[in-house]
């Protein structure tokens, strides 16, 4: 049952990408600075960076004005871990990061967040410039409390869940109102998703979509 779930979602998943409305994110250690296309000058030597893939009218209307209203959340897995959830919303559209809590990676982002807050580059399809943005989290803040006190795992099961219920989740995101309005001034239409993957959980995904199915 898992394998034709997993194919449904896989349908509608590229059916989202071929609209630019979902694409894979990177969660960028300080280690791995030197491989983004753009200047990231103005981050602390040690912070950590999401890098998200904008809907081009959306990177237009950044351009445009580059007025953002950010906010944080988290959501609870049915598989036993958080999501972490970053959304930037301008003129009516809204971008929101996913990011599974697990790994090795995601385990060091919090501390992270904790320390600097949340770094995000925002991109386009093909365009290597970037909207560097920067929310500062209080450490006494709900969403960094909660998960300095979580027990965030290296891996989960065989890795077939997560991937199941995270392009799930993601897609249940692109429901404008899937999340509640944390801006009263912007009303949210459309939305675009990046999926992001701490580097040890898509390398075991990576495996898991290499192995032969078995009938």
């Not at 580059?66 to 049915?78: F, I, K, P, S, Y």
């Amino acid at each position: 049952m898992i394998l034709n779930i997993a194919k449904m979602l896989a349908t509608f998943s590229q059916s989202a990408r071929d609209q630019k409305l979902l694409a894979r994110g990177r969660l960028v250690s300080p280690s791995q600075m030197a491989d983004l296309p753009f200047s990231h000058d103005v981050l602390p030597d040690d912070a950590w960076l999401l890098v998200g893939e904008l809907h081009p009218e959306l990177f237009a209307l950044l351009k445009g004005s580059g007025r953002l209203n950010v906010d944080v959340t988290l959501l609870e897995a049915n598989i036993g871990i958080f999501y972490l959830v970053v959304r930037h919303a301008i003129g009516g559209w809204e971008h929101r990061f996913v990011l599974p809590m697990a790994g090795a990676s995601a385990r060091a982002y919090v501390g992270s967040m904790e320390k600097y807050g949340v770094h995000a580059a925002l991109t386009s399809a093909g365009n290597t410039n970037a909207f560097l943005n920067h929310l500062q989290r209080n450490p006494s803040d709900e969403v960094v409390a909660k998960l300095l006190a979580t027990d965030i795992m290296d891996f989960v099961g065989d890795g077939t869940a997560v991937a199941v219920e995270s392009i799930a989740t993601a897609l249940q995101l692109l429901e404008p109102h899937a999340l509640p309005h944390f801006s009263a001034s912007t009303e949210i239409k459309n939305v675009c998703v990046s999926l992001v993957y701490a580097d040890e959980l898509a390398a075991q995904l990576e495996v898991l979509s290499s192995l032969p199915v078995k009938h």
